[in-house]
T-cell receptor
Framework: AQTVTQSQPEMSVQEAETVTLSCTYD???????LFWYKQPPSRQMILVIR??????QNATENRFSVNFQKAAKSFSLKISDSQLGDAAMYFC????????????FGGGTRLMVKP | EAGVAQSPRYKIIEKRQSVAFWCNPI?????LYWYQQILGQGPKLLIQ????????DSQLPKDRFSAERLKGVDSTLKIQPAKLEDSAVYLC????????????FGPGTRLTVL
């Protein structure tokens, strides 16, 4: 079974600085997607960024970018120019492309942003 | 476009009681998911519907949990009887037709079992 591990329960960053959240996963598949989701306190979970495993280029969405290391099974999220609104739980998730649309989530990292 | 709606937002019950949660997906979304998110953990998929048929319910504790999606739109998740370890946030999500599309999440129902 696939597993997703987020080894940092909590992280903090100063406003306007850069922070990197770590995620590792275990799979024997070669065709899959990886995601980062953001869950603000008492608010809906929203998709931040996605990465297709067959694409070597790292995905980027404005201030959010990933470092995808397929051989190492590592998928970290970098947030540049951190803002107070970035404070939330961040979840890394895995989806195998031959098993429906089922997401496997990591345990989450709580990001705090200091003004 | 309206998002995924869930009700109630909060529910407190005593163990061995029954409880039901309701989800209204985004209009036109064929696939609906129920997740359980225990405090301090990531969401875990309980059941996935495609229209009104079950795609995956392998992690649903069927001795106490049940779910239905009548007419392929709204869905209800029921727990009967509830246990203390069922305390969690129950998230509903939906995605458009096609199995590999983005999931949109609702605000969740926070259940506390005393």
């Amino acid at each position: 079974a696939q597993t997703v591990t987020q080894s940092q329960p909590e992280m903090s960053v100063q406003e306007a600085e850069t922070v990197t959240l770590s995620c590792t996963y275990d799979t024997s598949e070669s065709d899959y997607y990886l995601f980062w989701y953001k869950q603000p306190p008492s608010r809906q979970m929203i998709l931040v960024i996605r990465q297709e495993a067959y694409k070597q280029q790292n995905a980027t969405e404005n201030r959010f970018s990933v470092n995808f290391q397929k051989a190492a099974k590592s998928f970290s999220l970098k947030i540049s120019d951190s803002q107070l609104g970035d404070a939330a739980m961040y979840f890394c998730a895995y989806r195998e492309n031959n098993a429906g649309n089922m997401l496997t989530f990591g345990g989450g990292t709580r990001l705090m942003v200091k003004p | 476009e309206a998002g995924v709606a869930q009700s109630p937002r909060y529910k407190i019950i005593e163990k061995r009681q029954s409880v039901a949660f309701w989800c209204n997906p985004i209009s036109g979304h064929a696939t609906l998911y129920w997740y359980q998110q225990i405090l301090g953990q990531g969401p875990k998929l309980l059941i996935q519907f495609q229209n009104n048929g079950v795609v995956d319910d392998s992690q649903l504790p069927k001795d106490r949990f049940s779910a239905e999606r009548l007419k392929g739109v709204d869905s209800t998740l029921k727990i009967q009887p509830a246990k203390l370890e069922d305390s969690a946030v129950y998230l509903c999500a939906s995605s458009p037709r096609g199995l590999y599309n983005e999931q949109f999440f609702g605000p969740g129902t926070r259940l506390t079992v005393l």
